[in-house]
């Protein structure tokens, strides 16, 4: 059975951000004094008193609102309802209770889920403040003072949602999911295939560019594994990060590019391959992750029997640096070889988990070494006494040598493509370290 799943609700800017954050003890949910800034839901896992689970944080809910992204956060908010095993509403001392405050109440109360009063930003110590008293009015049972900032009364809070839990059971561990983080300049589609792949609105798809502020995790699981699908802000220009909260969202996409298993290097086929798409594929690159390019809105574009070969060799070009990678074209709109992804994401996560003995590494480098001599310099000639892995994801291999300086990068390309000739490694970068001899590490 999976984790209890404890969702916090309540209206945009009453501090479910910051107790969030309290709750899990890290920085993982933006908090910014701007209305709104979590858009979506943000997943962290928590426990208490040895129960471990999942806590759900979400955009604040406007009931009544014309607004389009209000309306998608309400929407966002409502699934995070559904999925709970409990909820903690959220309500603000310093505002006190409002009209959107008995709105969300009857909304919770209509879903018939266990539901745990908490009142925020009763942050003196002391006296309880009596305004506290009027949050009876909403029929949820007892208010629970706390204060986000501090954590004051985030125990008892705790305490309450625990007496919900089911009883405990095996629960699975993460490690059995493959961790697909989607990268790409905004409005590429991430969001339309995390939706399309899951099969429910699970993250906010509007054509409003950099809707998706922060890393959003979904667990997955079908025929081909289990996976857990990151879906991340789209990354833009240095330039035109202005907002501190952009900032915020390409740290985060940063950190999921570094805690994934796989990247799916999203590209806009109308669009092509552009200087931002180079950059965001070179941080996978450097992170040393395994990659597939994915050209996504492939359903837009004119073709004929030769345009799928073209562009893939016009993408090899563009990013040079990755030629490793796979690429494939979908449509995240009607589904086009989406289901491809599930083998194609399987298999670099493999290739780059393999280890090769060292025996068959030498063996390999034996046979290099005499298709291609290595380099002379001033007479001297480069000697690789033999070749060793140490590392995976990615796989990190050692070469031995007599003079480093004569192991050119050129002969180092070489090695690296005989390697790949043999064993594929596709997918995955990988690193090739030289060390002379007599050297440490």
């Given amino acids: 059975m999976a984790k209890p799943i404890v969702a916090i609700v309540g209206?945009?800017?009453?501090?479910?951000?910051?107790?969030?954050?309290?709750?899990?003890?890290?920085?993982?949910?933006?908090?910014e004094d701007t209305p709104g800034v979590t858009r979506d839901r943000i997943y962290g896992e928590a426990d208490w008193n040895g129960?471990?689970?999942?806590?759900?944080?979400?955009?604040?809910?406007?009931?009544?609102?014309?607004?389009?992204?209000?309306?998608?956060?309400?929407?966002?908010?409502?699934?995070?309802?559904?999925?709970?095993?409990?909820?903690i509403f959220l309500c603000d001392i310093k505002t006190g209770l409002t009209a959107s405050d008995q709105e969300v109440a009857n909304m919770l109360l209509r879903s018939g889920k266990p539901v745990?009063?908490?009142?925020?930003?009763?942050?003196?110590?002391?006296?309880?403040n009596p305004d506290i008293y009027e949050f009876y009015n909403l029929g949820l049972g007892d208010p629970i003072p706390v204060s986000a900032v501090?954590?004051?009364?985030?125990?008892?809070?705790?305490?309450a949602c625990v007496r919900y839990f089911p009883e405990p059971s095996e629960e699975e561990e993460d490690s059995e999911y493959i961790k697909v983080?989607?990268?790409?300049?905004?409005?590429?589609?991430?969001?339309?295939?995390?939706?399309?792949?899951?099969?429910?609105?699970?993250?906010?798809?509007?054509?409003?560019?950099?809707?998706?502020?922060?890393?959003?995790?979904?667990?997955?699981?079908?025929?081909?594994?289990k996976y857990i699908f990151i879906d991340t802000?789209?990354?833009r220009r240095k330039s035109k990060i202005e907002e501190n909260v952009e900032k915020y969202s390409v740290l985060r996409a940063t950190m999921a590019i570094e805690r994934s298993d796989v990247c799916l290097i999203m590209i806009d086929a109308q669009e092509?391959?552009?200087?931002?798409?180079?950059?965001?594929?070179?941080?996978?690159?450097?992170?040393?992750?395994a990659c597939i390019i994915?050209?996504?809105?492939?359903?837009?574009?004119?073709?004929?029997?030769?345009?799928?070969?073209?562009?893939?060799?016009?993408?090899?070009?563009?990013?040079?640096?990755?030629?490793?990678?796979?690429?494939?074209?979908?449509?995240?709109?009607?589904?086009?070889?989406?289901?491809?992804?599930?083998?194609?994401?399987?298999?670099?996560?493999?290739?780059?988990?393999?280890?090769?003995?060292?025996?068959?590494?030498?063996?390999?480098?034996?046979?290099?070494?005499?298709?291609?001599?290595?380099?002379?310099?001033?007479?001297?000639?480069l000697k690789i006494y033999y070749m060793t892995q140490v590392g995976v994801k990615p796989p990190h291999f050692v070469c031995f040598c007599n003079d480093s300086r004569l192991f050119h990068y050129s002969y180092q390309r070489y090695i690296e493509n005989q390697l790949r000739a043999v064993f594929g490694l596709e997918g995955t970068p990988i690193v090739l370290s030289i060390r002379q001899k007599g050297e440490e590490g």
């Fill in 11 to 31: 209206r945009p800017n009453v501090g479910k951000s910051l107790l969030f954050n309290k709750l899990v003890g890290q920085r993982l949910s933006i908090v």
């Fill in 51 to 87: 129960r471990h689970f999942t806590l759900v944080d979400t955009g604040g809910i406007e009931p009544n609102t014309d607004n389009q992204i209000l309306s998608f956060m309400r929407e966002q908010a409502q699934i995070a309802i559904d999925n709970a095993t409990v909820i």
């Fill in 116 to 128: 745990v009063l908490g009142v925020n930003k009763m942050d003196s110590t002391g006296a309880l």
């Fill in 150 to 159: 501090h954590g004051h009364g985030t125990g008892d809070l705790l305490d």
């Fill in 181 to 225: 983080a989607l990268i790409g300049k905004p409005n590429v589609g991430k969001s339309s295939l995390v939706n399309r792949i899951l099969g429910e609105q699970r993250v906010i798809v509007s054509n409003v560019a950099g809707t998706t502020r922060d890393a959003i995790d979904s667990k997955f699981r079908n025929s081909k594994g």
């Fill in 233 to 235: 802000a789209g990354m």
């Fill in 272 to 289: 092509g391959v552009t200087e931002q798409d180079t950059k965001v594929a070179g941080m996978a690159h450097n992170a040393g992750k």
């Fill in 294 to 381: 994915v050209v996504n809105k492939w359903d837009a574009v004119d073709k004929d029997d030769k345009t799928m070969d073209t562009y893939r060799e016009q993408v090899r070009r563009d990013l040079a640096y990755m030629t490793y990678a796979p690429v494939v074209f979908i449509s995240a709109l009607t589904g086009q070889r989406v289901e491809w992804l599930f083998d194609l994401i399987n298999y670099v996560n493999e290739q780059s988990a393999m280890r090769i003995t060292t025996g068959m590494l030498n063996n390999v480098l034996a046979d290099a070494q005499t298709r291609v001599q290595p380099p002379t310099d001033k007479g001297r000639r």
